[in-house]
């Protein structure tokens, strides 16, 4: 997302985002030990959010082992941390204004895995600047990983952040491309390296926990029509956790919600395979000599 020539009061929200999740995510990749419930971690997460910015851009996610993505825990989820590879993925919003990054918490012995995202999100970061093709920045990533012995997850990539809208372009792959979209001072990007010791693909596992608003339209059953409003009311565009929703029977609503086209699904996301995968993400902005990190 372009913000063009920069606008200083943008930025500052984009800033503050940062800082704020830079701070709650080290907070809650701290409390990430054996006996811990995922519950925990999320909702230590997004009170923290929640006191100290506008609201969460999206449910914290807790991908553990082969997870990907878009694992959230469920209202009475009681899943405890073992030797897990856990990654958390975490969205602040001031104003609308997004910041999201992610980190991996080994408790896996797996070390090396951790850092083949790390590396890779350092050495895209060192590729960015005006003209920079996203394609490029992807090979730089693949490099790194590969270099590892290990694969990049090659159906994920980085994206743009707007306004209300947590994933838009340019894309970012997390390998190399001969066409790419080239980067102006002022887009908005997260690139996030996702590493595996698998082959390199996820696919939706059969776990629902996260929702969006796709199209507002009239709803005649009333306890989805409650849920709606909610929705509409407190979350806008953004991503929201089913555990969010207070209503008798909510699950219900949300899978009515989500046949009638109202709202968008996210299943978790898992390597093909069934092998670990670690990631690595910050949200910076493209300047005219590089780019500012927002959630360093």
Not at 184 to 207: C, H, L, N, R, Y
Request: glycine share 10%; with cysteine; aromatic share 6%.
């Amino acid at each position: 997302m372009s913000i063009g020539p920069l606008d200083d009061e943008t930025v500052e929200k984009y800033r503050e985002a940062g800082q704020i999740l830079r701070q709650v995510l080290d907070e809650a990749a701290e409390m990430v030990e054996p006996g811990v419930t995922h519950l925990e971690v999320a909702e230590y997460s997004e009170d923290r959010i929640y006191e100290l910015a506008d609201g969460c851009a999206f449910p914290t996610n807790i991908s553990v082992n082969e997870e990907a993505s878009h694992a959230s825990p469920g209202r009475d989820d009681d899943t405890e941390f073992g030797e897990d590879m856990v990654c958390l993925d975490c969205g602040v919003h001031v104003d609308g204004y997004i910041a999201d990054a992610a980190v991996t918490v080994d408790l896996s012995g797996n070390a090396e895995l951790k850092e083949a995202a790390e590396e890779a999100l350092d050495a895209a970061l060192d590729a960015v600047e005006p003209g920079a093709q996203t394609g490029a920045i992807g090979a730089e990533i693949e490099d790194v990983i590969r270099g590892y012995g290990y694969t990049p997850v090659l159906n994920l990539s980085g994206h743009g952040v707007a306004r209300w809208d947590a994933h838009t372009g340019p894309n970012v792959p997390n390998r190399g491309a001969e066409r790419g979209v080239e980067l102006e001072v002022g887009d908005v990007v997260a690139i996030e390296p996702f590493a595996t010791t698998g082959s390199g693909k996820v696919t939706e596992g059969s776990k629902e926990e996260i929702y969006s608003l796709e199209r507002d339209r009239s709803v005649r059953n009333r306890s989805a029509r409650k849920v709606l409003d909610q929705v509409k009311d407190e979350y806008k565009t953004l991503p929201f956790a089913s555990r969010w929703i207070d209503a008798p029977r909510a699950d219900i609503a949300l899978q009515r919600l989500k046949q009638q086209g109202v709202l968008h699904g996210y299943p978790v996301l898992k390597e093909d395979d069934g092998e670990l995968v670690s990631q690595a993400e910050h949200t910076i902005v493209v300047t005219e000599d590089g780019c500012e990190i927002l959630t360093e």
